[in-house]
């Protein structure tokens, strides 16, 4: 009889570890789909919604191409989402040009449009990316890493012409911290983000462009014209859209940047009604006080797309700057190593904001925390 209660209390013991197993696994299975569905499908919609209906604005999702070329033409503001709440102090202590707004986006601008003219030429930034390619070792996998090493020394060749040190190695880690935090996967680590700046102050420092700015160079409001378009956007979204490239090879380098860029919604703020007129009958198409979200995704999905029609990234005030030197260089990457066998960029990619790689359990809880935290605090 005691035998057969001790084999029965190691019964129960064991049944109790396996529920206790599988509500830890139900947990986690649930976590993660919420997750997913908030980052991708129809949650970031009630998550938007949400902020819009605490903000006291409404909230229109646009993706009807005509509708959305005249909102990006009418309007420069992006708002107080995605940009301000989540890349905004992602970016920092770095300003990005794509997330600021009002007179700090002007202020950044106006220094970028500065800055820009002291650069070589967009041939001559063609000829380096060539030039670096080709002297790759042949016998090297092109994984994740190695098309960030790469996308850095084109850009620290055409700029600063200083050829690759691979001390620099440091540059291209924090560009993963930095990428993960705006992917909302985990916090970054601030000081190789702080490193990374002074890296960046150093080369202007002893560089021929100095002079534009003086001292201020060692503010975010100089330093951030550099260092944002031309050193972490690419390294970040230049491995993402490589990864995307591989899988889908049939796509045009516009497509894959369209809508395989790693931050695939476009937002604006409009403060007065979009008006257009059909047959002298005016018609209000978007009401002030409106934030309007455009998703690449669904509008490359469309069957009536056609990406020469659509050019999100090339229209209206908050175009994106940095778009001349990104096609230049996805073309010459992607036309260099596309049959290669050694071409692998998914292999070490992590952080990725279009869903590349797997999401971790503690990604998907500290995603959930920050959107809980967003939503209370606003």
């Given at each position: 009889m005691?035998c057969i209660?001790?084999?029965?209390?190691q019964?129960m013991?064991i049944?109790l570890g396996?529920?206790?197993?599988?509500?830890?696994?139900?947990?986690y299975y649930?976590?993660h789909i919420?997750?997913?569905?908030i980052?991708?499908?129809?949650?970031?919609?009630l998550?938007?919604?949400?902020?819009?209906?605490?903000?006291?604005?409404k909230?229109?999702?646009i993706?009807?191409?005509?509708?959305?070329?005249k909102v990006?033409?009418?309007?420069?503001s992006?708002g107080?989402?995605i940009?301000?709440?989540?890349a905004t102090p992602?970016w920092?202590?770095v300003l990005s040009?794509?997330?600021?707004?009002g007179?700090?986006?002007?202020?950044?601008?106006s220094?970028?449009?500065?800055?820009?003219?002291?650069?070589?030429?967009?041939?001559?930034f063609?000829?380096?990316?060539r030039?670096?390619l080709s002297t790759?070792?042949?016998?090297?996998?092109?994984?994740?890493?190695q098309?960030?090493?790469?996308?850095?020394?084109?850009?620290v060749k055409?700029?600063f012409n200083?050829d690759?040190?691979?001390?620099?190695?440091?540059?291209?880690?924090?560009?993963?911290?930095?990428?993960?935090e705006?992917a909302?996967?985990?916090?970054?680590?601030p000081?190789?983000?702080?490193?990374t700046?002074d890296?960046?102050?150093?080369?202007?420092?002893?560089?021929?462009?100095?002079?534009?700015?003086?001292?201020?160079?060692?503010?975010p409001?100089?330093?951030?014209?550099?260092m944002?378009?031309?050193?972490l956007?690419?390294?970040?979204?230049?491995?993402?859209?490589?990864?995307?490239?591989?899988r889908?090879p049939?796509?045009?380098?516009?497509e894959l940047?369209?809508?395989?860029h790693?931050f695939?919604?476009?937002?604006?703020y409009?403060d007065k009604d979009i008006?257009v007129c059909?047959?002298?009958?005016?018609c209000v198409l978007?009401n002030a006080n409106t934030q309007?979200?455009?998703p690449?995704?669904?509008?490359?999905?469309?069957?009536?797309y056609?990406h020469?029609?659509?050019?999100?990234?090339?229209?209206?005030?908050r175009k994106?700057?940095g778009?001349?030197?990104?096609?230049?260089?996805l073309?010459e990457?992607i036309t260099?190593?596309?049959n290669?066998?050694?071409?692998?960029?998914?292999?070490?990619?992590?952080y990725?904001?279009?869903?590349?790689?797997n999401?971790?359990?503690?990604?998907s809880i500290y995603?959930?925390v920050?959107f809980?935290?967003?939503l209370?605090?606003?």
């Amino acid at each position: 009889m005691l035998c057969i209660l001790l084999w029965w209390q190691q019964l129960m013991l064991i049944e109790l570890g396996f529920n206790i197993f599988i509500w830890c696994y139900g947990f986690y299975y649930f976590i993660h789909i919420l997750s997913l569905i908030i980052r991708f499908t129809d949650g970031r919609f009630l998550i938007l919604s949400l902020l819009g209906w605490k903000h006291g604005c409404k909230v229109m999702w646009i993706a009807d191409l005509d509708v959305a070329k005249k909102v990006l033409l009418t309007t420069s503001s992006k708002g107080s989402f995605i940009e301000e709440k989540i890349a905004t102090p992602a970016w920092s202590p770095v300003l990005s040009l794509e997330s600021v707004n009002g007179d700090l986006w002007i202020d950044l601008k106006s220094k970028f449009l500065i800055f820009q003219k002291y650069l070589p030429s967009a041939e001559q930034f063609t000829r380096v990316v060539r030039y670096i390619l080709s002297t790759q070792d042949a016998n090297i996998e092109i994984d994740a890493k190695q098309v960030v090493r790469i996308t850095l020394a084109c850009f620290v060749k055409w700029i600063f012409n200083r050829d690759w040190d691979p001390e620099w190695d440091f540059v291209c880690e924090a560009s993963w911290e930095w990428r993960k935090e705006l992917a909302v996967k985990g916090k970054a680590d601030p000081l190789l983000k702080f490193r990374t700046i002074d890296w960046l102050i150093d080369l202007i420092n002893h560089s021929n462009y100095y002079h534009i700015f003086g001292e201020q160079w060692s503010t975010p409001e100089c330093y951030s014209v550099i260092m944002q378009p031309f050193i972490l956007s690419p390294m970040i979204n230049i491995s993402d859209i490589a990864v995307s490239a591989s899988r889908r090879p049939d796509l045009s380098i516009q497509e894959l940047i369209h809508y395989y860029h790693p931050f695939p919604i476009i937002e604006r703020y409009i403060d007065k009604d979009i008006v257009v007129c059909n047959d002298g009958v005016s018609c209000v198409l978007v009401n002030a006080n409106t934030q309007v979200f455009i998703p690449l995704d669904t509008i490359g999905q469309q069957e009536q797309y056609h990406h020469n029609l659509w050019t999100p990234f090339g229209i209206g005030p908050r175009k994106c700057l940095g778009s001349q030197y990104a096609v230049p260089l996805l073309t010459e990457f992607i036309t260099h190593y596309k049959n290669s066998p050694k071409f692998v960029p998914y292999k070490n990619h992590k952080y990725s904001g279009r869903n590349n790689d797997n999401l971790s359990f503690h990604e998907s809880i500290y995603q959930l925390v920050l959107f809980a935290k967003i939503l209370i605090r606003n």
